[in-house]
Each structure stands twice: as C-alpha cells, then as structure tokens.
C-alpha cells in the first residue's frame, strides 16, 4: 500500500490536525471529529451539519464555511460518524433557528444520525430536520432494498441549501430546498481501478488492467458492470443515459452539470470527460446552466469520476451563484 | 454456582473480542468482496474498546457488562454495524432479567439474545433473507430457544445455537442482499459470505466457548 | 493504460475543449491552443503569459483570471509549447504595459520562450521580460548543466506577479517579485508511483510496492534516489530539510508553505502530509504565514507530492492575500 | 546527374520520418528512462508534419526544403527537441549552397551539416559529452568532412558519418548528463543511452540510405 500516511489507524485525525492548520477560518473539535466554522454558531441563522465517512474529501469538511455547512463530522475511513459527534456538531451550529442534518443514504449513515437527533430531542428543543439524498441511478430504488445512494448530489445540497440558511430562510424552508435539489438530481459513476482503504491495506477489488467498473459507488463498492475500458466519448454515455433515462432533464433552466474526480484521476481528464458530457447532454437536448469540475467527493485514490445532472430552476442558478466561502468550494468572497 | 453473572458476560465478550481481532482480515475481506473493506477495522476497534471498558470499571451485575458494551459500541464503530451491534447489546441488556435462581439463567439469557436481535430487525428495518446479520443471529436465537425448551443444558444449547449461527452465515452465501451496502451490488452480491453475518457467528460462538462448563 | 481519454493524440485539444466549455470567463484559442482570460488584453495592465507542457493541471490555464495570469500556453503532454503559441498569447495580451514571461526551467521551455521573445520584438515594440523559475533544490544548481528545474514556485510567481500586475505596476517591477519570489522559493518533490504519458502508454518508470523516488520533478521523470517506502512524518523531513539546508527560512515574516499533490493523490494525504510539513518547520523555528494544500501542478496520474517553501514578507503576503478569480485558485472575487 | 537537389533531400526528410516512426516507441523508451518519455512521440509529430509539409508545397531548390522541415519543426514539435532540430535544419539551409557543380555538392552539404551543428551548439549551449543529440551529430560532422577530403565518393563518406553517428549515440550510455532534462538525474542518468542522439543518428543514417547511388 502507497500513501503519505503515518500508521493506518491515524489517519483521519492527523489529516484533521492538517486540516486545522491550513484552515484557521475553522475549528475543529479533535476529540470529537468535527468540523465548524470558527464563527459557529451563527445567531439567527439555520446551522447546516453534514458528515459521513473520511475518504471523500474535500466532502464534508472542505465544505464547512460561509453560504455551505456550519459543521461536518468526520466517522473513520468508510465509515459514517457516531452519533456522538453528530450531536457535537448538530450543538455547535445551533444558532437557535434549528439545524439540518444533509445525510447521504446508507444504512450507516442514516441510523447514526437517526440516533444523534433521538439524542439531541431527548435533552434539548434544539428543532432537527434531516434530509436524505440518494441520487445514484445505478441503484435501483425499491422499498424493499436500502434504496439509493446518496453520491454527487450531497454536494450541490451542501452548496444550496447552504445558501438558502444563509440567507436567513427558516429551517422548514432550507429542508425544502435540499429535498427538492434531491429530488431532481441523478448521478452515475465509474471506476478504472479500486481503492485502497488504509486499514484494509490492500485494493478492495481486483480490476483487470483491461476492465472498468461501471455504476460504483464511493466506498470502493464494486459496480453494477465490469465492462471493457472504453474510450471517454463513450464513459460519458454510459454515465449521462442512465441519468437522463431516470429523470427528465429537458425544459426548466437547463441544469447544473458536475463531472466529478474520484480522487486519483487528474483534472486533465475531467475536463477531456466534461467535454464529452458537453456532447452527451447537446444530443439530448438538454442546456447547462452552471458546471462545476473536479474532485470533489472521492472515493480515496480510486481513479474514475462520476456525473450529476440536476435539473436547475431561477432560484436554485440564484443558490448556486450566491457567495461561498470554505476551503474547496469559494466563490464571490 | 451462577451461570449468566457479570464476570460471565464480561467473559463472552473477551473471547468475542479475541475473535473479532483474530479474523478482522477475513471480516474485512468479506466486506471488500460485497461492500467497502471496513467490517474487521470496525468491530474490532469497537470490541477493542468496549473490553476497554469493561476493565475501566467493571460492572456490577450482567445487565449493567452488556450495556457498557452497547454504548462503548455506539460511540467507537459507526457504520451500519455500530448501531446495529450496539442496539443488540442495549436491548439485550435491558431484557436480562437472571433473577435469583441459577436454573434460570438459560431462559434469561435466551430471551435477551432475543431481544437484541429483535432491535436489530426494529433499528435496521432488515428481515430474515436480507443477506445480514439476522441470517445467522435468528437461527441462533430459534436454535438456542429450542435447545432450552427441550430442556438441553445451557452448554450444549448454546452450541446449538452456535452451529445454527455458522449455518446461517454460510446460508447467506447464495443469497440476493437486499439491505445494507451489499444492497446496492444487486445480483453481483450473490456468491458470497456477509461480513456481518459472519461476525454474528463469532458472537454466538464466543458465548459458546465462554459459557462452557457453566451450566 | 487506464485513463479517461479518447485517442491519446487528442488529450491536450479535447481537455480545451472541456475547460472551455466549463469556463465562459475564460477565451480558448484552439488552433493556437492558448487559454486567455476573456477581457485580455487588459488596457494598461502588465500581461502575464505562461505555459508548458500539459499534464500539469490546473497549472497553467487554470490559473488564467484577474490577479494571476493573462494567458497560458498548453504543449502537447510533458511537452513545451512551440513559438508560435507563444507569439499568439503575447500579442494576446499585450495591454500597452509589456508583457511578462513566466518560464519554468527546462531546457524545451527556455528556448521555445526564447524564440518567441525574438519573433515579438522582430514583428513589434512590445516589451518583454522572461522570468525563468529554477526552485528545486533536488537538482544540483551548477553553471555547467541545466541547472534547477522550475517546480512549485511557479505557481506562487504566477500568483504574486499576477497581484503586483493587477495593481497596475510597471512590467519592470512586476519582473522584479517574480525574481524576488523565484530567488526566496525552493521546493522538493516525491513520488510513490510513477505516472504514465498517454502517448507512451505505460508508466515511465517501474516502482516496485516497497519502493518509493525522492527528488522528482514533474515530468514522470525519475527521481535523485530511491528508497524504501516511508511513514508521511519521515516524508516530511526528506522533503523540508533539503529545502531548509538549501536556503534559510528563518526571520522574516514566515513562509508560505505549499503542499502539492502530483495528481493522484488524495487530498485527505495532502491534509496529512501538511501536517507533518507544520511539524518538521515548528521543530526548525520556521513560522507559517500562509499555506496552499492542494493538486495544484501535477504530474499526470503521479501518487507524490512536492512541498515549496517561500520566505515571505509584508508585500508577498499583501500580494498573496490579494483577490484571485481563476478555475483553480480564487478568492476575495 | 544532381547529387543534392531538392529531390534528394526530400528524399532523405522522408527516410528520416519513416526511421522515426518506426523507432518512436524505442525513443520513447530511451526517454522514459531519462527524461519524460516524449522523445519518440514530439519527433515523430514533427517529421510527420515535415513530410505533409513538403508534400503540400514542393520545395524548388534543396535550401528551401531543408527551411520548410525546419519552420515545420519549430511549429509542431516544442520541448527540447524541437528548437533544436529546428535550429539544425534552418542553419543547414541558410548554409546549403550546392552551386553548380555536382562533384561539389558533397562538400556544399558537409559545410550545411556543420552549419546545423554549430546552430544546435549555439542555440542549446551544451558541448560534446554532455549526453546529448551533439555526441552523435559532432562526430558524424567530422567523419564526413574527414571522409571527403580523403577523397572518398558521398555514398561512402555519408556511410561513415552514419557509422559515426551511431558509434557517438552508443559512446553516450556511460554519460553523465549534463544538459536537457536527463541532467537532473546526475550519477542516474549514467548506464542509458541518450534519447535526442539515438534520433541523431536515424537522422544521419537517413541521410546514407537516401542518398545512396548519388554519388
Ligand atoms: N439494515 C440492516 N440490518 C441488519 N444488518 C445490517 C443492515 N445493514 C447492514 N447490516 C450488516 O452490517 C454489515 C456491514 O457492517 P459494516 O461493514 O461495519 O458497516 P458499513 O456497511 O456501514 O460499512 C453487513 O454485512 C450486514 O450484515
Ligand atoms: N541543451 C541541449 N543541447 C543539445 N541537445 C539537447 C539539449 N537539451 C536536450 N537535448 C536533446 O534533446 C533530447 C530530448 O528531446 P525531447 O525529449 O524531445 O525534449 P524534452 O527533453 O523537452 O522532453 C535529449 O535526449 C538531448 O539529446
Ligand atoms: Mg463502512
Ligand atoms: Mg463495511
Ligand atoms: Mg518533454
Ligand atoms: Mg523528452
């Protein structure tokens, strides 16, 4: 196993240690693994609090900042945070207008903060929502199943209704937001290798030199398919049709396009991807109003990337080009 | 002679702990075949902790072992399977009654595992056939019932309830997941073993092996 | 070859396209494969061109935006630009105020820039100035070779020459603190597997699984030595101590310490790795003015990192903290 | 008959392109050890180009042939490679002046090889022994001069050069680079051959095979 690391089990809170240090506009809780702003938390205004597992970065904490999160939570490689540290957070940001949990969909993530919020209603009046997304096509979404995962849309939540608290709109509203930007965005995924979780030490799946995985996820899950690898052109078919076969994305105000990196592939290659997106979503006839490339929610040192498509009305452009402010994601300030 | 005291209980985790830390590799390997890689670093960062505990300050009576697991649990794993373990230890330990008569200690016993596994279903949303840990805890907790009823001795009920686990978790082999991350693998799920089933399984064994001789 | 690509021959045209597509602030020129901010030439205002071989992103045409660069030249992979690209960016850029070259240190880069300064001043009375970066203290400074290659403080030059242009300063001065930044920046890099030029298709040098290269560069080229694969902390010293044993960074008003991922790796690593860097500078007595931890140069798919140290003062961190609004580095804008 | 018209050399730019492409995965991997792993692809663009380039506009007199591979090669090829072998070829044609008298024309290309060698020198400021393109164009340079005040035909005077060459681009393995990229592995880049004489020599080897039967 190749990595800038120290011993394995130390990753997450000496990366935590680095991240502090690169970023005095946060604060980070070391005990319990939270990020906030330095700021939090911010009177009057509905306190953001996502997390997940470590891995994806800069998702969550580089998002942590003006006009996205107040806080994130930052579980063990893979693995989503305890509920302890979700109540940390969720207590840290409560500038008493109530907090939203962002809350990707897996079975991990979902029950800890289900428990956290138990926690947090149990011992104080602090108002929680939690919105789940599970945006992945690849998944088939049933009730008898776990359902879809949450992936790339998780960060056009944060950036949105990030945006929407910032304003100052009341907690029922910001939910509002970040379900519906769940609701009309898809994504879909690709490996050209695995990753390797630091503790596991090893690839978490074998990936002939040949082969892609085709509708991964970012946990180093295997895909749907293992298929030849193709030329980008047609990645970014495999990866768009399925997304617009789900969820009309014609009409409206065009969408907002997100060619994701999943951590060991070069932005050079994202752009080349995006281009191909470009075609993909010309021949659809679909526009796209705002875009947004790089690697932004990874999968460790996995190469590949992911799509999202959401589909964007007025205010959700006005969201979008409103003012942000965190380590990985800054614009307008 | 009391069969299901604290020091007993504190006994079966060790040796779940003992386990757990000797198989993390396979654990996790099984999660890297079917889900992200991180099952064995997981439980055996938990059971790490919760012997942790157990020595810090160790408990007065069993309910009061199982529970210190349960939140050491829910605090140090995370995941599907902290909640999930750590709901099976809380409600176990809520539902151990052992009472003052040592022949009943079986049935207590038996109706906590019951009752974790029952919060598991409650917590999870899982059934039996889902390709997770219920697929080897409900065999177990059935087997052992049956053994107790039968009026088996607690010894060979647990073994029963053992064999029954480790059946379960190879049962699980051809199945179809259809809740947790293997979930989302669709029919490449099937063909192989759940890690957490499989972990399941040492949990019933561990009490197998330290409850022996007790009854 | 694994790599979201079409024909290999096409990645550097088809990544424009991409960047293009993604970036309406920006203006391509696709024959002469020159990225331009959209409102060059800027009347009155010093023009900063840079450029190299590709595989480099986000340097250089992701730096191209008020307060940073004017233009890039993008070469094929690994390949300087021709003159002509050049020539094409300068005219390009020419506000009436000179125009500043910024050029790494290799041979390729030094004559192509060089020919296209001659061809300017043949054809017209725009002033040009190269500054020619030479910071990496892995390469033995010597009259008689090539002498140092132009490595990671080519992006701090092309930040703070680009701050002192935007303030309107004359092209000589401008010169002046990319000289002052190229004379007090030094730099050192890692690999810990090689990356493989699209063209070649295969990786440019075999690493074995224990093995990792001290002293790369960013051209896949091998390293000064190879050693066996060490924990991050130890990383941190064979990369600092060099760059602290070269130059004294001491005094001052600190540095500005740059952590940079060579393209396939992780930022959670990048985090970890600057938290060591912290660590070995607060051992040495060296103070942190200001910090960038990212993939900002790259090298391709390469899993390393470099780290730059710049010995700053009141001006450079004034100019560091000046308003950038580029694809990849942007703030206060 | 002409020895050296614009026919010839044309015929010599092709041989050399053909060599090129031929050879570009071994440049490539002589460069990868070495340097960047670009050679074989940045010369085979540009000879490439080179060829279309004659193709599209004939050229009228050999200097103008030699003026439209060099232009060629500044346009399309960059990195080090480029400048150089552009500057070897410009030089060339501004020196080449073949007169009218063919049994001169052996010596009029000789002077224009060393007028191309003297622009790779000026312009890229390295010496023999520097592990570069000069270690096989320099001795290729003087054993043609040398063969031709021997008195020697150009069929076997280019034929020496051409072994010249090759015997300089192997002399270049034990090197310790001092220009061009290959310099930054200091004592590493000793034990390689060195990428821009292995093409050097292709070059000059070109030049043997197509002109061959000229003289
Ligand atoms: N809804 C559920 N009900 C019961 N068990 C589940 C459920 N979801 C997952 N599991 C169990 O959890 C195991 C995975 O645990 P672990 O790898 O630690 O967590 P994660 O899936 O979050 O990485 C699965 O193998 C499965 O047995
Ligand atoms: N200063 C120089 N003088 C003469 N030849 C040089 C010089 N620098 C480099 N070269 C030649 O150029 C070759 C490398 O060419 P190429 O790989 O195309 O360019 P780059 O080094 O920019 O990638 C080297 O093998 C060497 O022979
Ligand atoms: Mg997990
Ligand atoms: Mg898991
Ligand atoms: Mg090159
Ligand atoms: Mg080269």
Known sequence: ?333 | MTVVDAAALTAWVREFARLVHEQRDTLTQLDSAIGDADHGANLDRGMTAAVAALEATPPDDPAAALKTVATTLIKTVGGASGPLYGTFFLRAAGALDVGTDPTHHGRALAAALRAGYDGVIARGKAERGDKTMLDALGPACDAFDEALAAGKALDEALGAAAEAAAQGRDATEPLIARKGRASYLGERSAGHLDPGAASAALLVEAAATALAGRG
């Not at chain 1, 490339?293 to 959700?316: F, N, P």
Request: net charge negative.
């Open chain 1, 1 to 333: 196993m190749k990595k800038l690391i120290n011993d394995p089990a130390d990753v997450v809170p000496e990366a935590l240690r680095g991240l502090a240090a690169a970023h005095p506009e946060l604060r980070v809780d070391h005990e319990d693994r939270v990020v906030l702003r330095a700021d939090a938390p911010v009177q009057g205004k509905v306190g953001l609090v996502s997390g997940g597992g470590s891995g994806h970065e800069p998702m969550h904490a580089g998002f942590v900042g003006m006009g996205m999160l107040d806080a994130a939570c930052a579980g063990e490689v893979f693995t989503s945070p305890v509920p302890d540290q979700v109540v940390a957070a969720t207590r840290g940001v409560d500038g008493g207008a109530g907090v939203l949990h962002v809350v990707k969909n897996y079975t991990g993530d979902v029950m800890n903060f289900e428990m956290a919020a138990e926690l947090v209603s149990a011992e104080s009046d602090t108002e929680v929502i939690a919105v789940v997304t599970d945006d992945d096509v690849a998944v088939q979404d049933s009730l008898y199943t776990a359902g879809r995962r949450g992936v790339g849309v998780t960060v056009l939540v944060e950036k949105l209704a990030g945006a929407a608290a910032e304003e100052g709109r009341p907690l029922a509203e910001v939910a509002d937001v970040a379900k519906r930007v769940n609701a009309t965005g898809r994504s879909m995924g690709m490996a050209l290798t695995s990753c390797t979780v630091p503790a596991a030490g090893r690839p978490t799946f074998d990936l002939p030199d040949d082969e892609m995985e085709i509708g991964i996820g970012i946990h180093g899950e295997p895909g749907r398919r293992r298929v030849p690898v193709a030329p980008a052109r047609e990645i970014a078919e495999m990866l768009v049709e399925p997304i617009l076969a789900d969820l009309d994305m014609t009409g409206g105000d065009g969408v907002i396009a997100f060619v994701n990196g999943m951590g060991g592939t070069p932005l050079l290659e994202l752009y080349l991807m995006y281009a191909e997106v470009v075609a993909v979503l010309e021949k659809a006839g679909v526009g796209i109003a705002r875009n947004l490339v790089g690697s932004y929610m990874t999968s460790l040192d996995m190469a590949g990337c992911s799509v999202t498509l959401l589909r964007a009305d007025d205010e959700l452009l006005r969201l979008w080009d409103a003012p942000v402010r965190t380590p990985s994601l800054r614009w307008g300030a």
